[in-house]
Structure formats: structure tokens, C-alpha cells
């Protein structure tokens, strides 16, 4: 018999002030897979990945890892078994990079001494790029130097969290927005990465271009409804962009792999056409 789905979500709703921000949806992850969920503005697209990752509790549904009710999973397992990067994680206090980075250590993992944990964290930093950074106030930094540092730290929890549980899921909420092109593509190569290497990755990205380039599936959001999935290859279309972006920006295909790009258009009086 085959073992469970990774990660299960069965008609998942939530309802605040009588308006559904996410409403029956269902979808299951598996492991070495990278899935990306896009959407306008207010899709739902945050709440949903709250919700997978249990830091929300829906108003109907559920959501199970492995075929256990996430709510049943004692906090350190499930730490264990999906780590989450946020859209920013804000301090208070002038806590040094690598001391916001070992967070992700800290309570995590078994058999692991000092030195291990001290490897495990020397690795996040230089997968990151921000061992240059170390030592520097984590305040002090710069939107994606913070947002790199966070990578690290869920970079340490997976790591660690790996001698507790053997599949794991990665959440990423909009990881790309504050990095330049450079580390943009580091941070989802990295992702990609670890999806080849047997975790789930199930990330939230704005620019459609990287989605199509990096996503194993689509996730399409919109009015809190899951309106499609599937290869990049099917589900970008111009009829779809228009419907759930509201733009009639056309779809095209990079030759090599028929990966989809699409190609921002303005009209002759410099008003994007709806």
C-alpha cells in the first residue's frame, strides 16, 4: 500500500466578516515537486498558504500531512516537517544575521550536537549569500539582505528538521519581492534544489514569467476560488490572464521547452488596455 500524500487540503475554507477569503479548496502536494500559487491582488493567496501550513485554522476543511490531521501533530514534529518562509519577519531587538539565522535550529532535530548544528548553520549562510553578513545587526540590514537571512533560516530548519522527518513541505510567501535579479534566481534555484532533492515546495510569486520558468505546477487563484492548475505549458493562456488578471497582455512561448512568458503591452496613449 502506498504511502499517504505528503500534504492533503480538502474544501478549505475561511470565512471573516462574512466574506470567504479562501473558499473550497482542495489540491494535494507531493514531494519533489515545486508548485506556485499566483493570483491578483487579494486572491487569497497569503491565507491559503497559512492555512497549509497550519498557522491558521480554517472555517471548514482540512488539512493533513502524511494522512495525519495537521491540528493532531505536536508543535516540534510539525516544525520538523514544513518549515515557512513569511512575506517579512520584523525584530524588535539587534539580534546579529547569524543569531536570527540558528532560530531555525533552535528546538529542532535529533542527535545533533554542537558541531552539527554549527555546520548546519555555516551551509545556510553560504547558500543564502549572507555569511558576509554574519555578524552585522539584523535591523541594520537591507529588505533583501533580511529576506535572505529568513532563507537561511528556513535552510537550517529543513536541515535540521530532516533527522525527525523524512518529507517535508517548504513554504515560500512572495520570497522574490524585495531581492535583485541576482539573488532572485539564486533563491529559487536553491528551491528548486531542494524539490529535486525529495521536499515539496510550495511558494507564492508575483512575476508570472519566474512562475512559468521554475514552476512543476501552477496554482491560480482568484476571488479566494482555486480557478486552475496544472503545467505551466496549460494554464497560462491569453483567455486566462485576461479573466483573472484583468489585462490582455499576450502569452508567448520561449521556443526551447515551450515554457510561456508573457509580454507587458501598452497601447498608444500609454494606457494598459483591459
Request: proline share 5%.
Amino acid at each position: 500500500m502506498s504511502d499517504p500524500a505528503l500534504l492533503t487540503a480538502r474544501d478549505l475554507t475561511v470565512t471573516v466578516a462574512g466574506r470567504d477569503l479562501v473558499r473550497d479548496v482542495s489540491l494535494g502536494v507531493e514531494g519533489s515537486t515545486l508548485q506556485v500559487i499566483v493570483g491578483p491582488n487579494g486572491a487569497g493567496k497569503s491565507t491559503l498558504l497559512r492555512l497549509l501550513s497550519g498557522a491558521l485554522r480554517p472555517t471548514r476543511g482540512t488539512v493533513a500531512y502524511a494522512g495525519a490531521a495537521i491540528e493532531t501533530i505536536p508543535p516540534w514534529r510539525l516544525a520538523a516537517m514544513r518549515a515557512v518562509l513569511p512575506q517579512a519577519a520584523r525584530l524588535a531587538f539587534p539580534f546579529a544575521a547569524a543569531e536570527v539565522v540558528r532560530i531555525g535550529l533552535d528546538g529542532i532535530g535529533r542527535g545533533l550536537g554542537a558541531r552539527d548544528r554549527a555546520a548546519i548553520l555555516a551551509r545556510a549562510l553560504e547558500q543564502a549569500d549572507v555569511a558576509h553578513l554574519a555578524g552585522r545587526a539584523y535591523p541594520t540590514l537591507s529588505g533583501g539582505e533580511q529576506a535572505r537571512v529568513q532563507f537561511a533560516r528556513v535552510l537550517c530548519q529543513l536541515e535540521a528538521g530532516r533527522t525527525v522527518a523524512e518529507r517535508q513541505v517548504l513554504f515560500l510567501d512572495e520570497p522574490t519581492a524585495s531581492l535583485d535579479l541576482r539573488h532572485q534566481g539564486a533563491l529559487l534555484d536553491a528551491a528548486a534544489g531542494l524539490a529535486a532533492a525529495g521536499i515539496a515546495v510550495v511558494a507564492i510569486l508575483h512575476d508570472l514569467n519566474l512562475a512559468a520558468a521554475y514552476a512543476d505546477r501552477l496554482l491560480v487563484l482568484d476571488g479566494g476560488r482555486l480557478v486552475a492548475r496544472g503545467r505551466p505549458a496549460e494554464v497560462l493562456t491569453d483567455e486566462l490572464i485576461a479573466r483573472v488578471f484583468g489585462v490582455r497582455w499576450p502569452v508567448g512561448r520561449v521556443p526551447e521547452g515551450d515554457q510561456p512568458f508573457l509580454l507587458p503591452h501598452r497601447d498608444v496613449a500609454g494606457r494598459t488596455p483591459t
